[in-house]
C-alpha cells in the first residue's frame, strides 16, 4: 500500500471481513489454519501486518493508539464497512485500541494472548514458569538493549519464541519463518519502539477503558502462557466477555492446538456477524 502497513491480498466479494492482526515477533504466517477455515464459512479474512511487526518499517510514532489509528485507515481507503478484529499480542492491544476508538467500525472482537498494558491481570503458576519475563524490561532500556543485542538479535528473536512456545514449542518451519521476517541488521530500532511507547500507552488505556466495549468480545488463551489472564483482563475492559482455553498451548493457541481453537473462535464470529 503506502508503507504504513501491509495488507495481504484477500477477497473483495466475500462476506465479513475479519482483521487478523498478529503479534510480535510472527507473522501473518500465525493465521494459516485461522485463514481457512473463516473462507470455508464465507467470511473474509484480511491480514494486516502493523508497521514494525515484521514489514521492515523501523520508524515512525509506535504508540498503539497510532498503529490503531493506521489500521483504521486501513477499513476506511477499502470501504470494507464494519469488521470484526482478530489480535494476537500487540496485534491484540492494537485491535482493542481500534475497536474501543473507531467504535463504528469493530462489531466483533476476539483477542489471543494479550493482556493491555496497565490492565492488572496476573498469569497463572503454569504460564509464569514458561512464558518470558524478560523481553519487555530489556528493550524499553533502549541503550542496554542496543549493546547487548548487537549481532544478537536473531538469538533473542528465537530464544523468546522457544519460551513462549511453552512444552510444545512452534514448528520449526514456522520459526523460521519468524526470523526471517525481523532480520536482525534492521529490526532492533522497530523492536524498541514497540516497548518503549508503554507511558503513551498506557495514557491511551486509560482513557479508552473509561467506557466499556459492549461488543461481544472472545478472549483466547493458552495454558502454557496468559491463559485464563487474558480473560479477565478483557473483562474488565468490556460487558459482554467469553472464553476459550487451550490447555496444550504456549502463547500461540491458533498454531499450537487449532482443534481445540479454531471451532469456538468461528462459531464466535458466525454468530456476531449481521444477518444478510
Known amino acids: 500500500m503506502d508503507g504504513r ?163 510444545a514449542g512452534l514448528d520449526p518451519t514456522a520459526v523460521a519463518a519468524y526470523l526471517q521476517a525481523y532480520p536482525a541488521e534492521r529490526q532492533i530500532d522497530a523492536d524498541i519502539a514497540l516497548y518503549a511507547s508503554r507511558p503513551a500507552d498506557l495514557a491511551t488505556m486509560e482513557r479508552l477503558r473509561r467506557t466499556p466495549l459492549t461488543i461481544p468480545v472472545l478472549t483466547v488463551g493458552g495454558r502454557y502462557a496468559m491463559g485464563t489472564a487474558v480473560n479477565e483482563a478483557f473483562r474488565q475492559l468490556a460487558t459482554n466477555v467469553t472464553h476459550v482455553q487451550s490447555e496444550k498451548s504456549g502463547h500461540y493457541p491458533l498454531e499450537q492446538d487449532p482443534d481445540t481453537v479454531l471451532r469456538p473462535l468461528v462459531d464466535f464470529l458466525t454468530t456476531s456477524r449481521p444477518s444478510s
Do not use: C
Open 5 to 167: 502497513w501491509s495488507v495481504a491480498p484477500f477477497d473483495r466479494a466475500g462476506g465479513l471481513p475479519v482483521l487478523l492482526l498478529h503479534g510480535w515477533p510472527v507473522t501473518e504466517h500465525h493465521w494459516r489454519y485461522l485463514e481457512s477455515a473463516l473462507r470455508a464459512t464465507g467470511m473474509q479474512p484480511l491480514s494486516i501486518t502493523v508497521r514494525g511487526l515484521g514489514d521492515g518499517v523501523v520508524t515512525g510514532d509506535f504508540a498503539k493508539e497510532t498503529l490503531a489509528d493506521e489500521v483504521a485507515d486501513v477499513v476506511a481507503e477499502l470501504n470494507l464497512g464494519p469488521v470484526a478484529v482478530v489480535g494476537h499480542d500487540w496485534g491484540g492491544t492494537v485491535a482493542y485500541v481500534l475497536a474501543a476508538k473507531h467504535r463504528q467500525q469493530v462489531i466483533a472482537l476476539v483477542e489471543e494472548e494479550e493482556i493491555p498494558p496497565g490492565v492488572d491481570a496476573p498469569i497463572p503458576e503454569e504460564g509464569q514458569s514458561h512464558y518470558p519475563d524478560w523481553h519487555a524490561p530489556l528493550l524499553r532500556a533502549d541503550g542496554v538493549a542496543r549493546r547487548l543485542l548487537a549481532g544478537r538479535l536473531d538469538d533473542f528473536h528465537r530464544e523468546f519464541l522457544d519460551a513462549s512456545g511453552g512444552p
